[in-house]
């Protein structure tokens, strides 16, 4: 029995790739009204944004939901902003009816952003955002002094690995650290992944609290006009960097894109790597060896591996004791692999960012939630794209099996892993706090009384 | 608090002591106003001495002063105007001052951030120069709920606490005294990494128990502030329309200096001038800006701002601003995706957008202070360039020789501003005593500057 269901799944895979062939790629309204219509998870984004508060329950903010912003970029590049929505029905009908190219996340308001007019007459800051995910927002397109493989909005398995470091490194320390555990992960749809903290205490933040973190996570420097990027000081690492350094950058640096991204393959890619070294004798005595070597035995495979290990012999040599050549190898490590954060997103409540399940309309890949626990195994280029899933869907059309139309797509998983690792833990969670709240308030109302 | 016209006595110093909040020490927290009645001279002259020492706080910041160097400026500066032989007194003085400027600086988000900011600042080096009694006698006034982590507990994490002191500098022998707190509490150790923290908590030892007490601070002052304002335009400003409400605005003023949110109407700059505008007049950081933007076709987000509200600032109009960005973007991304991406941030900064504010071009304490990531333009070179870059950038403005090292060596000193000022010197050939606080001072001053001279110029040739 079990082997037979392994072999229709296999079967219904093969399938959907045969026919999604028959519908031709590209994105356009025609197709993303099809999406809208039958594919878009509107339930469970809908439950997500009310966290818990559209449940019966005394204790629930009716107007929560209500105060949230979406905002809606149109075909013809009409920005609407300040969308609301008291249910999950009048969501529906609007984004079918409209189309979005792109659905974005705001903040929820003091009031309903919709009638903020309204609200504009009578007096200072009534309008004001009261809570947001916290956010993080990281583009590829951010490292392109440390990549070779790609640029710009390109991506390629080569270069990906810097993305799966993003991941691992503030998913551990977002739960370590901070003690969050409602943390979706989701990807952009071309050239990078967002970040969502759910957590009531991560949404209640305030500005200065997001600066804070963002800053926590933050070792780079200087922007453009410095040539050292990376500045670590003090005698030790903080722990969270220590753990960082040691867990995930070295491993990725030495074993992944040292060799992916021929790091030390050219005299320019070597001189920028030097030009990290502080002391310029060390600097040129590394350069002299390279010189050296370049007519020696060693095959072009080696080569990164072994001028990074001479790199390192060197620095870290008993000659070299002083504290900043020490320090310099990891400044390197650093450098090609530490998250880069778009900080401003994270820092302000106000911030939009596009939601999950949107599809991107350069690549045509839906912005699908990542598994930060198997992050390694996620292939941008496998993510179903819009023309794959319409295809899917026709050729499932017959099938009335299924409740859902994604069923039957290879939309499914995604699906099924944002409910079952993401929103119903959280909303377990939110029902929980919801009821204690509620019951600390009779206690008081209660205690009040008695008074 | 009540303000007399006439000579009367102060009331008696406890009243404020007590209506201050101050325990023990000579550190109040202006938790509730003083009942006693103030002179109306000493209104003013209190308001302006402590305006005295906030600005000076703010210098110290915009010089991007380390923690010790902050410390002793505060202390000198609170000694130089704020000290009085009596000690009842000197505590009545603090917190009249204090009140004062609340309601000079209740009236817009932008003065209540600074002054809610520069407070921040004061009481945080002041409560460190308390006794550790004093201290802990001011923790239990906020009514911070914390206990001492208890042995055991310290015991397990004893080593990342000492992983911590030394990543910062300090001897690996812990402390003993650690605090427990929500890490939400201390956001300035959280974000400078000075702090364990786990599963939520910060590690807070003894000597940084500060930043939990300036957490609370903070917060009281910020909501203070907002009820001022409301009751500030609901009938204060009314009722003393004839005494305080000058005397008030006039504070305000008197220290901020010229507003150069709003463009002068006198002045008008068209895209086509602003090269030519650069060249002459614009200081090295709006100057690398539009060279960059000239060259990629492109400034991310925090160059748009920082290079748009200052442009803005200098008069730039929102359609001129528009077609100004437009024509260098549409050479990258196209001139549908401008209208589509950008078009709308620009209208926003003019106002006709969101929330519709009409924004503010960034002072040099801003732009110092920002952080600028991967490919970003923005910020202060003076602070945020290599020194070669540095070098190289003031030697195309044609600054070199001794003028060159003197601003390379208050660079090292993070006299950014100084450096600033001495560039503006060095390429325009007079002094600047007012010092340089704003890049689109610098602009008007040098603007000021070139029209003499072409004036001179002028009146030389017609004679």
């Known amino acids: ?451 | 608090m009540e303000i007399v016209r006439s000579q009367r006595q102060l009331a008696a110093a406890a009243a404020a002591a007590s209506g201050g909040g101050s325990g023990a020490g000579a550190l109040p927290t202006y938790r509730v106003a003083p009942q006693l009645e103030v002179r109306l001279e000493e209104f003013e002259l209190f308001a302006i001495d402590r305006l005295r020492v906030l600005k000076g706080i703010s210098d110290g910041l915009s010089r991007g002063k380390r923690p010790e160097e902050m410390e002793k400026l505060v202390s000198e500066l609170w000694k130089a105007h704020m000290r009085h032989q009596d000690p009842a007194e000197a505590l009545n003085k603090d917190i009249i001052s204090h009140f004062v400027l609340r309601l000079v600086y209740c009236r817009t988000e932008e003065l209540r951030k600074w002054f809610l900011s520069m407070e921040n600042t004061l009481f945080r080096y002041r409560f460190r120069l308390e006794s550790p009694e004093s201290q802990r006698l001011l923790m239990s006034e906020f009514q911070l709920p914390y206990k001492a982590l208890p042995h055991s507990e310290f015991e397990a994490v004893k080593d990342k606490l000492s992983q911590v002191a030394r990543s910062i500098g300090q001897s690996a022998s812990v402390e003993s005294v650690f605090f427990k707190v929500p890490f939400e509490e201390v956001p300035d150790l959280v974000a400078s990494r000075r702090v364990f923290l786990s599963k939520g908590y910060a590690y807070v030892a003894m000597s940084q128990v500060v930043s939990l007490v300036v957490t609370q601070f903070r917060c009281n002052i910020s909501k203070a502030l907002v009820l001022t304002n409301r009751k500030w335009t609901a009938t204060i400003k009314e009722q003393e329309k004839d005494r305080l409400t000058p005397i008030v605005e006039a504070l305000s003023n008197a220290y901020f200096g010229p507003d150069y949110s709003q463009p002068n109407d006198a002045t008008e700059i068209s895209p086509k001038d602003i090269d030519q505008l650069a060249r002459t007049s614009f200081p090295l950081c709006m100057r690398h800006m539009l060279e960059k933007l000239r060259e990629n076709h492109h400034l991310k987000h925090g160059g748009r701002m920082q290079f748009g509200l200052f442009l803005k600032g200098a008069g730039l109009k929102l359609e001129d601003a528009l077609t100004f960005w437009r024509s260098e973007f549409s050479q990258k991304v196209g001139s549908e995706r401008f209208d589509k991406e950008y078009a709308y941030s620009i209208r926003h900064n003019y106002g006709k957008e969101g929330k519709r504010t009409d924004y503010t071009s960034y002072s040099c304490q801003k732009i110092i202070s920002a952080t600028p990531g991967v490919g970003d333009h923005h910020g202060c070179p003076y602070r945020h360039f290599g020194e070669e870059n540095l070098r190289a950038a003031l030697n195309n403005m044609g600054v070199g020789g001794n003028a060159l090292e003197g601003i390379l060596d208050k660079v090292k000193n993070r006299h950014y501003q100084l450096a600033c000022t001495m560039t503006f010197e060095a390429t325009h050939g007079v002094s600047c005593d007012t010092g340089i606080n704003h890049p689109n001072q610098y602009f008007s001053e040098s603007q000021k500057v070139l029209q003499a001279k072409n004036q001179t110029v002028q009146s030389q040739l017609s004679t």
């Open chain 1, 1 to 451: 029995m079990g082997d037979e269901r392994v072999e229709a799944m296999e079967i219904d895979a093969q399938q959907r790739q045969e026919v999604a062939a028959a519908v031709p790629d590209g994105f356009n309204a025609d197709y993303l009204r099809i999406y809208y219509g039958k594919l878009f998870p509107y339930g469970d984004f809908f439950k997500w944004l009310a966290y818990g508060n559209d449940a019966k329950h005394p204790g629930c903010d009716q107007s929560y939901i209500g105060r949230r912003e979406l905002s809606f970029t149109l075909e013809n590049d009409i920005y609407l902003r300040f969308q609301s929505f008291d249910t999950a029905a009048e969501l529906e009908t609007s984004i079918k009816e409209k189309c979005p190219f792109k659905i974005d996340i705001g903040p929820v308001y003091s009031v309903d952003p919709a009638k903020r007019h309204a609200y504009a007459q009578s007096g200072n800051n009534v309008f004001v955002p009261v809570e947001r995910e916290l956010i993080f927002d990281i583009d590829i397109s951010d490292y392109d002094d440390v990549r070779y493989c790609c640029s710009g909005a390109d991506t390629c398995l080569d270069c990906w690995p810097l993305m799966t470091i993003v991941i691992k490194i503030l998913d551990t320390s977002l739960r370590g650290d901070f003690g969050f555990n409602h943390i979706l992960w989701v990807y952009s749809g071309r050239r990078g992944v967002h970040c969502w903290v759910c957590d009531s205490r991560a949404r209640k933040l305030s500005n200065e609290q997001r600066s804070a973190i963002a800053d926590y996570f933050r070792v780079y420097k200087g922007g453009e006009n410095s040539l050292k990027k990376v500045s670590l000081t003090g005698p030790v690492l903080h722990p969270f960097l220590a753990r960082s350094y040691t867990d995930v950058l070295k491993c990725f640096f030495e074993d992944k894109l040292l060799h992916s991204q021929q790091l030390f393959a050219s005299e320019e890619r070597c001189q920028k790597i030097l030009e990290l070294i502080p002391d310029q004798n060390v600097a040129s005595e590394l350069h002299d060896k390279w010189q050296g070597n370049r007519r020696s035995s060693i095959s072009k495979e080696d080569v990164n591996a072994a001028r990074w290990e001479q790199l390192k012999t060197t620095l870290q040599s008993g000659k070299h004791k002083t504290q900043g050549l020490r320090r310099c190898v990891e400044e390197i490590v650093f450098s090609y692999t530490y998250p880069r954060l778009d900080m401003e997103v994270s820092k302000h409540m106000n911030h939009l960012l596009k939601a999950p399940f949107c599809i991107h309309p350069k690549t045509g890949r839906v912005c699908v939630p990542i598994d930060p626990n198997n992050c390694e195994d996620f292939d941008p280029t496998a993510v179903p794209t819009l023309s794959q899933l319409l295809g899917e869907l026709n050729a499932a059309g017959m099938q009335i099996d299924s409740e859902n139309d994604w069923e039957r797509t290879s939309l499914e998983k995604y699906i099924r892993f944002f409910r079952t690792s993401f929103l119903q833990p959280m909303l377990k969670a939110c029902k929980e706090e919801l009821e204690t709240a509620y019951s600390a308030k009779l206690q008081q109302s209660k205690n009040t009384l008695s008074w």
